[in-house]
């Protein structure tokens, strides 16, 4: 089955950077878009970054010249770096893909900027 997971959250100052891993399996990563989402407490689910097969990239604007986002088809893998943080990108970021009309997410990862 489809099983997406996350990892790299924590506690970071403002200013700082991390970098979000998401380890895919179940299907064929390489030909699938791959995407993050973040959502805040009380707040919406956001798209924050999106690349496709052929490696294309989008970006909110909300996080474009900050956070990169990027895949390793060898590893079935999708990354999301993300520099000078702001308190404002405090948030559970979810990894994402789509499948035959279905949407499949992992199940979320913890990002805190704070001082």
């Known amino acids: 089955q489809v099983q997406l997971v996350e990892s790299g959250g924590g506690l970071v100052q403002p200013g700082g950077s991390l970098r979000l891993s998401c380890a895919a399996s179940g299907f064929t990563f390489s030909i699938n878009t791959m995407s993050w989402y973040r959502q805040d407490s009380g707040k919406e689910r956001e798209l924050v970054a999106t690349?496709?097969?052929?490696?294309?990239?989008n970006y909110a604007d909300s996080v474009k010249g900050r956070f990169t986002i990027s895949r390793d088809n060898a590893k079935n893998t999708v990354y999301l770096q993300m520099n000078s943080l702001k308190p404002d990108d405090t948030a559970v970021y979810y990894c994402k893909t789509r499948l035959r009309a279905a949407d499949y997410w992992g199940q979320g990862i913890q990002v805190t900027v704070s001082s």
């Open positions: 690349i496709s097969s052929g490696g294309n990239r």
